[in-house]
């Protein structure tokens, strides 16, 4: 048991093509991309406008309960979500990025403070805390550099 985070990637993609076809009317061909995801993953689709996403898993925190507060003050209004998903934009994880970076370089734990909870982990401003900022940065440098994605999902559990 315990605090278990989760953030995925969205992207977008067409489900199906439509083609010119012999008489001047189109043909609704399915996008073999969109075959090939949906062989091997639960993805969701909008059929009346042919757009599916696939939600990637990208990054996983356990007991970084410093992050999960940033979520839940920035992403979720103040209420923790458990469970529940919540839509992230790309300039919300470069804020967090921005902030965890700020903390790490002025050794400022007021920035990304502790947060207590039922096996949340401790909130001692140690050695995992500090390395749990750390892998952020450097998880979150690449994710935004990589600009793969539409949008983003946090998710707990705990």
């Given at each position: 048991m315990g605090l278990d985070m989760y953030l995925r990637g969205v992207k977008y993609f067409n489900t199906c093509t439509y083609e010119h076809a012999i008489g001047g009317d189109f043909v609704k061909k399915v996008n073999p991309l969109y075959q090939s995801i949906a062989e091997h993953y639960d993805i969701e689709t909008d059929d009346e406008f042919g757009i599916g996403e696939v939600h990637v898993?990208?990054?996983?925190?356990?007991?970084?309960?410093?992050?999960?507060?940033?979520?839940?003050?920035n992403t979720q209004g103040g209420e923790d979500k458990n469970c529940e998903s919540t839509p992230v934009s790309t300039k919300q994880l470069q804020q967090l990025l921005d902030d965890v970076t700020f903390a790490i370089e002025h050794k400022d734990p007021s920035v990304m403070p502790p947060e207590s909870g039922f096996f949340f982990?401790?909130?001692?401003?140690?050695e995992w805390y500090w390395e749990d900022l750390n892998n952020t940065r450097?998880?979150?440098?690449?994710?935004?550099?990589?600009?793969?994605?539409?949008?983003?999902?946090?998710?707990?559990?705990?």
């Open positions: 898993p990208v990054m996983y925190w356990r007991k970084a309960n410093q992050i999960h507060k940033w979520f839940v003050d982990g401790s909130t001692e401003i140690d450097s998880a979150l440098e690449k994710l935004l550099k990589a600009d793969k994605f539409e949008s983003f999902i946090y998710q707990s559990s705990w």
